[in-house]
């Protein structure tokens, strides 16, 4: 079978994505500049996100954020919003869904993100364990705040999409991805050939149709279709160049 040219099939598709991570990459620009007080990135679940999220962040911000992931409490929220308050500073919250489906963690966001002159944070329980981490019971917030979630793409139940929702009455929300396996693959093929995705993970140009070809031909039996799909097929393929093919319809695909 003849290896297909996705670069070629899907290169409208690639215009429209260009667009939406370029739109990504100018507000975290400004996030970084300390003009944007705080940004929504919101997508399906391993699409590049984080990825693209964090490497703009090094061109824009180099040094001067921080990346919170999964389960955040809520002392560590504060604790990290007040290292960082200061303008210039950015704080990434990726996933912490547990941090906006609790009510005062809702409220310390809601706070920082908000369009007020002045961005006030409360700790509003007792304050025993701030005062040995040498934490204010209040403090301003000048820095800025990147929010990456799936909420609404196949991740949060219906709470989490409606608290979501609160916030981005305050922020700006750029989507980076569509839902369904077609558009997925299209999203994939897009990281891998025009952001270099295998490329970086040592795939020789003349490998990667056949890698996603085999994504192509059996998305509908993989476990997942995502961007870890692709390093994890990517792992098997450096691992036995002339097996992989069989080793990863026993590793990748549904039993």
Same mark, same amino acid.
């Given at each position: &079978?003849?290896?297909?040219?996705?670069?070629?099939?899907?290169?409208?598709?690639?215009?429209?994505?260009?667009?939406?991570?370029?739109?990504?990459?100018?507000?975290?620009?400004?996030? #970084?500049?300390?003009?944007?007080?705080?940004?929504?990135?919101?997508?399906?679940?391993?699409?590049?996100?984080?990825?693209?999220?964090?490497?703009?962040?090094?061109?824009?911000?180099?040094?001067?954020?921080?990346?919170?992931?999964?389960? =955040?409490?809520?002392?560590?929220?504060?604790?990290?919003?007040?290292?960082?308050?200061?303008? #210039?500073?950015? =704080?990434?919250?990726?996933?912490?869904?547990?941090?906006?489906?609790? =009510?005062?963690?809702?409220?310390?966001?809601?706070?920082?993100? *908000?369009?007020?002159?002045?961005?006030? =944070?409360?700790?509003?329980?007792? $304050?025993?364990? !701030?005062?040995? &981490?040498?934490?204010?019971?209040?403090?301003?917030?000048? $820095?800025?705040?990147?929010?990456?979630?799936?909420?609404?793409?196949?991740? #949060?139940?219906?709470?989490?999409?409606?608290?979501?929702?609160?916030? /981005?009455?305050?922020?700006?929300?750029?989507?980076?991805?569509?839902? $369904?396996?077609?558009?997925?693959?299209?999203?994939?093929?897009?990281?891998?050939?025009?952001?270099?995705?295998?490329? *970086?993970?040592?795939?020789? /140009?003349?490998?990667?149709?056949?890698?996603?070809?085999?994504? *192509?031909? %059996? /998305?509908?039996? !993989?476990?997942?279709?995502?961007?870890?799909?692709?390093?994890?097929?990517?792992?098997?393929? %450096?691992?036995?160049?002339?097996?992989?093919?069989? &080793?990863?319809?026993?590793?990748?695909?549904?039993?």
């Amino acid at each position: &079978m003849a290896t297909r040219n996705y670069a070629k099939e899907f290169s409208e598709e690639f215009k429209h994505l260009d667009a939406r991570f370029k739109g990504v990459e100018t507000f975290v620009k400004q996030v #970084g500049a300390g003009k944007v007080r705080s940004l929504i990135v919101n997508g399906h679940p391993g699409i590049g996100k984080t990825h693209s999220v964090t490497k703009f962040l090094e061109t824009h911000a180099k040094g001067n954020y921080t990346v919170l992931q999964g389960r =955040v409490t809520l002392l560590s929220l504060y604790a990290t919003l007040f290292a960082f308050k200061n303008k #210039g500073k950015v =704080v990434v919250l990726d996933d912490v869904d547990s941090v906006f489906s609790d =009510v005062q963690g809702l409220n310390i966001l809601k706070a920082v993100m *908000d369009t007020t002159a002045k961005r006030q =944070v409360h700790w509003l329980s007792a $304050g025993g364990r !701030l005062n040995t &981490m040498g934490l204010p019971d209040s403090f301003i917030f000048n $820095g800025g705040v990147i929010l990456i979630s799936n909420v609404g793409f196949g991740g #949060g139940s219906g709470k989490l999409v409606s608290h979501l929702t609160a916030l /981005k009455d305050r922020s700006y929300c750029v989507p980076v991805a569509d839902s $369904g396996q077609d558009s997925l693959f299209k999203q994939i093929c897009y990281m891998v050939l025009k952001r270099n995705l295998m490329t *970086d993970l040592k795939v020789p /140009k003349k490998d990667q149709m056949m890698l996603l070809q085999f994504i *192509d031909e %059996n /998305k509908d039996q !993989l476990n997942t279709v995502s961007l870890r799909t692709v390093v994890n097929l990517v792992n098997i393929y %450096n691992i036995d160049k002339a097996n992989w093919r069989e &080793m990863a319809t026993v590793g990748l695909l549904k039993v």
